[in-house]
C-alpha cells in the first residue's frame, strides 16, 4: 500500500521557499509594471491597440492571469520535478498574480473603470505578501540593533502610507476623470 508523504517532507526548506518568495515577488513587480505601462500606451494611443476581443467583448488581462494560476497549479501538482521546476513555477505565479490583481477592482464592481483604488490597493497587499514570504526567514537572525531599525522603518512606512494615502485620493479626483475618458475612448 502507498503511504502519503507527509507535507513536511513534500515543502522546500525555508531557505530555498524564501528564495521561490523572492522570484514570485520579482515576476508580480515587473510584470504589474509592465501591464500599467502597456495599458496606459494603448489607452494614450501611442501603441496600437493590442486588446483581445471576443465577439465585440474585451477579454481583460485578469483572465489571462486566471488561467496562467490554474496551468501553475496543475504544473505543480502534476508535473514538478523539483529545483529548476520550482523556479519556473515561482516566476509564472508571480506573473500570473500580477496579472490577476492589476485589475482587482473589477472583480469587485464587474464593468467598473480599469482604475480602480482597490486594483493598487490588493496589489500593494499581494506585493506585501511576497515580501514577507520572501524575507522573513532572515528575521530570525535579528540582534537587538536590527530590531530598533525595523521599528523606526515600519513607522516610516506607516508615514508613508498615511502621505501616499492622502496624496493618492487627491490626485485620483484631479486625474481620475481625465483616465476614465481616456479609458473609454479607446474602446472599440
Same mark, same amino acid.
Given at each position: 500500500?502507498?503511504?502519503?508523504?507527509?507535507?513536511?517532507?513534500?515543502?522546500?526548506?525555508?531557505d530555498?521557499?524564501?528564495?521561490?518568495g523572492?522570484?514570485?515577488?520579482?515576476?508580480?513587480?515587473?510584470t504589474?509594471?509592465?501591464?500599467?505601462?502597456?495599458?496606459?500606451?494603448?489607452?494614450?494611443?501611442?501603441?496600437p491597440?493590442?486588446?483581445?476581443f471576443?465577439?465585440?467583448?474585451?477579454?481583460?488581462?485578469?483572465?489571462?492571469?486566471?488561467f496562467?494560476?490554474?496551468?501553475?497549479?496543475?504544473?505543480?501538482?502534476?508535473?514538478?520535478?523539483?529545483?529548476?521546476?520550482?523556479?519556473?513555477?515561482?516566476l509564472a505565479y508571480?506573473?500570473?498574480? !500580477?496579472?490577476t490583481?492589476?485589475?482587482?477592482?473589477?472583480?469587485?464592481?464587474?464593468?467598473?473603470s480599469?482604475?480602480?483604488?482597490?486594483?493598487?490597493d490588493a496589489?500593494i497587499?499581494?506585493? !506585501?505578501?511576497?515580501g514577507?514570504?520572501?524575507?522573513?526567514?532572515?528575521i530570525r537572525t535579528?540582534?537587538?540593533?536590527?530590531?530598533k531599525?525595523?521599528? !523606526?522603518?515600519?513607522?516610516?512606512?506607516?508615514?508613508?502610507?498615511?502621505?501616499?494615502?492622502? !496624496?493618492s485620493?487627491?490626485?485620483?479626483?484631479?486625474?481620475?476623470?481625465r483616465?476614465?475618458?481616456?479609458?473609454?475612448?479607446?474602446?472599440p
Amino acid at each position: 500500500m502507498n503511504e502519503p508523504i507527509p507535507a513536511a517532507e513534500c515543502a522546500p526548506p525555508v531557505d530555498e521557499s524564501a528564495k521561490l518568495g523572492r522570484r514570485a515577488l520579482f515576476g508580480f513587480i515587473l510584470t504589474f509594471i509592465a501591464a500599467r505601462t502597456v495599458v496606459l500606451l494603448i489607452m494614450s494611443h501611442q501603441m496600437p491597440n493590442l486588446y483581445f476581443f471576443l465577439n465585440g467583448t474585451h477579454v481583460h488581462h485578469l483572465n489571462y492571469g486566471i488561467f496562467l494560476l490554474a496551468a501553475v497549479g496543475a504544473y505543480l501538482l502534476f508535473g514538478i520535478r523539483g529545483g529548476r521546476d520550482l523556479r519556473v513555477a515561482a516566476l509564472a505565479y508571480g506573473v500570473a498574480m !500580477a496579472l490577476t490583481f492589476d485589475e482587482f477592482g473589477m472583480w469587485l464592481h464587474l464593468g467598473g473603470s480599469y482604475w480602480q483604488r482597490a486594483s493598487v490597493d490588493a496589489i500593494i497587499v499581494v506585493a !506585501a505578501l511576497f515580501g514577507l514570504i520572501g524575507f522573513a526567514s532572515a528575521i530570525r537572525t535579528f540582534e537587538s540593533r536590527h530590531v530598533k531599525a525595523s521599528i !523606526a522603518i515600519f513607522i516610516a512606512l506607516l508615514v508613508f502610507a498615511a502621505v501616499l494615502y492622502d !496624496a493618492s485620493e487627491r490626485i485620483g479626483k484631479l486625474a481620475g476623470p481625465r483616465l476614465e475618458a481616456l479609458e473609454l475612448s479607446s474602446s472599440p
